[in-house]
């Protein structure tokens, strides 16, 4: 018993430097709140583990993994702008859509408006297609 306790000393003080830093950062969790809101996550977390397969752990992580990759993308200045942009138009949509023909589609080709649209979509098109083959 008396080997171990001095062990633990000797422990202790070659890392004294270290344990310094973690009790600091213990004491402020402490002061702050955040210990009582990590214990709570931890048990959280080791009460879903518990009731969840490894299988459906591992493909929930790399699910939110996925999501925080495609949630990146649906950041990007662009992606914002587009996704602006749309609910816009949605709300600037004040009538029901009419059933349009050649001749309406045709008509509809002279509008500026329609012409920059077709021009986004033509070119996410080709993005998109890109992307695609690329993953093909």
């Given at each position: 018993?008396?080997d171990?306790?001095?062990e633990?000393?000797e422990?202790?003080l070659?890392?004294q430097?270290?344990?310094?830093?973690?009790?600091?950062?213990?004491i402020?969790?402490?002061?702050?709140?955040?210990?009582?809101?990590?214990?709570d996550?931890a048990?959280?977390v080791k009460?879903?583990?518990?009731?969840?397969s490894?299988?459906?752990?591992?493909?929930?992580?790399?699910?939110i993994?996925n999501?925080?990759l495609?949630s990146?993308?649906?950041?990007?200045?662009n992606?914002?702008m587009?996704i602006?942009?749309?609910?816009?138009?949605i709300?600037?949509?004040?009538k029901?859509p009419?059933?349009?023909g050649l001749?309406?589609?045709?008509?509809?080709?002279?509008?500026?408006?329609v012409?920059?649209?077709?021009?986004?979509?033509?070119?996410?098109?080709?993005?998109?297609?890109?992307?695609?083959?690329?993953?093909a």
């Amino acid at each position: 018993m008396e080997d171990k306790t001095q062990e633990l000393v000797e422990k202790l003080l070659e890392n004294q430097d270290t344990i310094e830093k973690i009790l600091e950062k213990i004491i402020l969790l402490e002061k702050t709140g955040a210990l009582d809101t990590l214990a709570d996550l931890a048990a959280f977390v080791k009460v879903v583990q518990d009731t969840l397969s490894d299988e459906i752990i591992k493909k929930n992580s790399e699910l939110i993994t996925n999501l925080g990759l495609v949630s990146a993308k649906f950041t990007s200045d662009n992606a914002l702008m587009l996704i602006d942009a749309i609910g816009d138009a949605i709300c600037r949509c004040d009538k029901e859509p009419e059933p349009v023909g050649l001749t309406g589609l045709l008509k509809a080709m002279n509008d500026p408006d329609v012409k920059f649209a077709l021009g986004f979509l033509i070119n996410m098109a080709k993005a998109l297609g890109r992307a695609l083959r690329e993953r093909a």
